[in-house]
């Protein structure tokens, strides 16, 4: 079982297991990630103040039909899909080497979280940078419709920017991937070892599926402000220096509530998904396993 200690998962089962995961949570979830990333912009934020989460998703239905709500659909399956597939991957290769190194070199119970950080860091160097890039683009393009399909958006952004804009926001990519990977990983495991203890090592599809639900919870308030300096840099009217700059900005005119824009949107979105991505990794995990 996910986040049983001492056990050694097959790499590339978790790899193919942790593709459909992906695939199945994106394509429920997708909503709420376009409304999420609207909140979070500076440029678009304005036309959603003051009204409710349901208001907004009718008020994107009505401007711009209903197909809006899945603006950039392919990005984030392009994102998403490998994200959790490497997420899975990271589970896989490096939890066992460090929970060796636990009591030795590292905290006891620390392994979770270590192989969040390794993992994230992974992640966001390898695809997550420029393909969250590219997401952010499509879905705040209200009424110019200047990105359309995602090779011809970075065409584009290499053309107007430069190639190395696609790695935008990459520090606070790896904050966001490393830190909310090290509280999921961690989450996960300690709510799957309560299910555990209570069921009597009897574990259920509904233990996984709350685990999950449960673990991205904490990282949806937990890391909400490295995800809202993320879009920030990464929105084409962003002219902040750095990282850091955007932070102080941000502070200094919106406040310390302004790191925390969306993240019930985030919540909303990522805490189902993560129940779904959990449950349905360990069912495909589970079908893999001896075959590959």
């Given at each position: 079982m996910s986040g049983q200690?001492?056990?050694?998962?097959?790499?590339?089962?978790?790899?193919?297991?942790?593709?459909?995961?992906?695939?199945?949570?994106?394509?429920?979830?997708?909503?709420t990630d376009v409304l999420k990333t609207r909140y979070q912009s500076i440029r678009v934020a304005s036309n959603y103040n003051d009204i409710s989460i349901l208001r907004s998703f009718a008020k994107i239905v009505k401007q711009e039909g209903f197909f809006a709500l899945y603006r950039g659909t392919l990005p984030v399956m392009c994102i998403v899909t490998p994200r959790v597939s490497l997420q899975y991957t990271g589970l896989a290769m490096f939890k066992p080497i460090f929970e060796r190194m636990?009591?030795?070199?590292?905290?006891?119970?620390?392994?979770?979280?270590?192989?969040?950080?390794?993992?994230?860091?992974?992640?966001?160097?390898?695809?997550?940078?420029?393909?969250?890039?590219?997401?952010?683009?499509?879905?705040?393009d209200i009424n110019r419709f200047k990105y359309h399909g995602m090779f011809s958006t970075i065409a584009l952004i290499v053309k107007e920017e430069g190639?190395?804009?696609?790695?935008?926001?990459?520090?606070?990519?790896?904050?966001r991937q490393s830190w909310g990977l090290a509280v999921k990983f961690?989450?996960?495991?300690?709510?799957?070892?309560?299910?555990?203890?209570?069921?009597?090592?009897?574990?259920?599809p509904h233990h996984f599926v709350a685990s999950g639900f449960l673990s991205n919870v904490l990282v949806g308030i937990?890391?909400?402000?490295?995800?809202?300096?993320?879009?920030?840099?990464?929105?084409?009217?962003?002219s902040y220096k750095s990282s850091w700059d955007c932070v102080k900005i941000m502070m200094k005119y919106e406040g310390p509530l302004s790191l925390f824009k969306g993240s019930l949107l985030r919540i909303i979105r990522i805490a189902p998904g993560g129940g779904?991505?959990?449950?349905?990794?360990?069912?495909?995990?589970?079908l893999l396993e001896n075959k590959v």
């Open positions: 200690k001492g056990q050694k998962r097959n790499i590339f089962a978790s790899t193919l297991a942790g593709t459909g995961a992906g695939l199945v949570e994106v394509s429920l979830m997708q909503p636990e009591g030795k070199f590292i905290p006891s119970g620390s392994a979770s979280a270590f192989t969040g950080v390794c993992t994230g860091i992974m992640q966001a160097i390898t695809l997550v940078t420029p393909l969250e890039l590219i997401k952010i683009r499509q879905q705040t190639i190395t804009a696609l790695y935008k926001g990459l520090v606070p990519t790896i904050f961690t989450g996960f495991a300690l709510f799957l070892d309560l299910f555990r203890m209570q069921s009597n090592d009897n574990l259920k937990l890391n909400s402000p490295p995800d809202v300096v993320k879009t920030r840099m990464q929105d084409q009217s962003a779904i991505q959990f449950a349905t990794f360990e069912y495909l995990y589970r």
